[in-house]
């Protein structure tokens, strides 16, 4: 039960970013292994937080995906501009940098869904100790 807690704080105190997937991982299969007392104890104790950052990062991923559009779209229209009434000409950093954009919000949205994966795994196992 203290490595599954002590897992839970680490989380708690991480930044945003690709070892948050490990330690979701890590904590899964600490719960994986645990017995129903254990598993029934950080039920009462962290369901509803686990829930909780369930939606956050599902909000997080509709707006990194939305955005990894909105720039895909950015570039295609940079590139491909041949509108007369278009005043956008845009210099090559500026397409650059909507490569750059995409990219990143490309890769977050992806992490954020590995994140998304197994915190539903780690919700549905609790969710089934009685």
Not at 12 to 17: D, G, L, N, T
Not at 49 to 64: A, E, G, I, P, R
Not at 99 to 121: G, V, W
Request: hydrophobic share 35%; with cysteine; proline share 1%.
């Amino acid at each position: 039960m203290d490595a599954i807690k002590a897992k839970i704080v680490e989380l708690e105190h991480s930044e945003w970013c690709f070892s948050g997937i490990e330690m979701l991982q890590d904590l899964l299969n600490l719960l994986t292994k645990a017995d129903k007392e254990v598993l029934s104890a950080v039920k009462h104790q962290y369901l509803k937080k686990l829930k909780s950052d369930l939606v956050n990062y599902k909000d997080m991923f509709d707006n990194f995906d939305s955005e990894a559009q909105g720039s895909a779209g950015g570039i295609i229209h940079a590139e491909n501009c041949g509108d007369e009434f278009c005043d956008c000409d845009p210099t090559e950093d500026e397409i650059d940098r909507l490569y750059e954009d995409r990219d990143f919000y490309d890769t977050m949205s992806r992490a954020t869904k590995d994140k998304i994966e197994i915190l539903s795994k780690t919700v549905e196992l609790l969710e089934e100790v009685q």
